[in-house]
């Protein structure tokens, strides 16, 4: 599911190439610093979508990511349009597809224009033809002002720059009752996942939604790894 549009990460278990290849999407050997509190832990290129495919396809990543279960607890209802934000290669995107049915709208939003392309391909493949790929620009979604009920994060929040000012200019793409559903790795060693050094707490998270103007509306407790915190713009 892939900043917001900034580039998404996930992580695998525990094949020596698939770990290799996810700690350098994590950004442990890439060239940019962490600019500020607000700014993204790490940055990487995504353009090699044969390569990310295999990392963010695998199979073994459904034990703990346990996407249809973290769908069915947002909940998704037919009709809806979701973003899914930093789509990537589009995991999620079948399972949103099917949540949101026929009469529902699936935005695969990602700043990469080879996996939009690929994006494209793959709805094509799945015969998914409520989801609509969108290439996004790393400080815009490029969503429709006031037409989107759910906004999706998965392990991509920290991959955003200067996230307050993101999320503020975000709130225009929610319908009144919109909400945002950030997913990400717990702050402590786990057994996938990058360092700690390069998570962001769950508190962080909090904080700083609620200085763009957000509240925390709900907290389901379904990933063994992630937490999942679910926003609405705060009247």
């Known amino acids: 599911m892939r900043p917001t549009a900034p580039s998404r990460t996930c992580v695998r278990r525990t094949r020596p190439l698939l770990a290799a290849l996810l700690w350098i999407a994590l950004g442990l050997g890439c060239n940019a610093p962490h600019h500020g509190p607000h700014d993204a832990t790490a940055h990487h290129s995504f353009a090699n979508v044969e390569q990310w495919t295999k990392v963010f396809d695998d199979p073994t990543r459904d034990a703990w990511q346990k996407?249809?279960?973290?769908?069915?607890?947002?909940?998704?209802?037919?009709?809806?349009?979701?973003?899914?934000?930093?789509?990537?290669?589009?995991?999620?995107?079948?399972?949103?597809?099917?949540?949101?049915?026929?009469?529902?709208?699936?935005?695969?939003?990602?700043?990469?224009?080879?996996?939009?392309?690929?994006?494209?391909?793959?709805?094509?493949?799945?015969?998914?033809?409520?989801?609509?790929?969108?290439?996004?620009?790393?400080?815009?979604?490029?969503?429709?002002?006031?037409?989107?009920?759910?906004?999706?994060?998965?392990?991509?929040?920290?991959?955003?720059?200067?996230?307050?000012?993101?999320?503020?200019?975000?709130?225009?793409?929610?319908?009144?009752?919109?909400?945002?559903?950030?997913?990400?790795?717990?702050?402590?060693?786990?057994?996938?996942?990058?360092?700690?050094?390069?998570?962001?707490?769950r508190d962080q998270v909090v904080d700083e939604l609620q200085t763009a103007g957000y509240r925390l509306t709900a907290e389901p407790a379904i990933l063994p790894y992630q937490y999942v915190l679910v926003f609405q713009v705060a009247q």
């Open 67 to 201: 996407p249809t279960e973290l769908v069915a607890a947002l909940p998704i209802t037919p009709g809806m349009a979701v973003a899914d934000l930093g789509a990537g290669t589009g995991y999620f995107s079948r399972y949103l597809s099917n949540a949101v049915g026929a009469r529902g709208t699936v935005f695969a939003v990602d700043p990469e224009p080879n996996l939009v392309a690929h994006l494209r391909e793959r709805a094509e493949h799945e015969h998914t033809v409520n989801v609509v790929p969108v290439l996004a620009s790393l400080d815009n979604p490029r969503l429709p002002n006031g037409g989107v009920d759910l906004v999706l994060i998965v392990d991509t929040f920290h991959h955003i720059d200067d996230r307050l000012n993101y999320f503020r200019r975000l709130q225009r793409v929610l319908k009144p009752d919109g909400r945002v559903a950030v997913v990400d790795f717990k702050k402590e060693p786990l057994p996938v996942g990058p360092p700690p050094e390069h998570k962001l707490a």
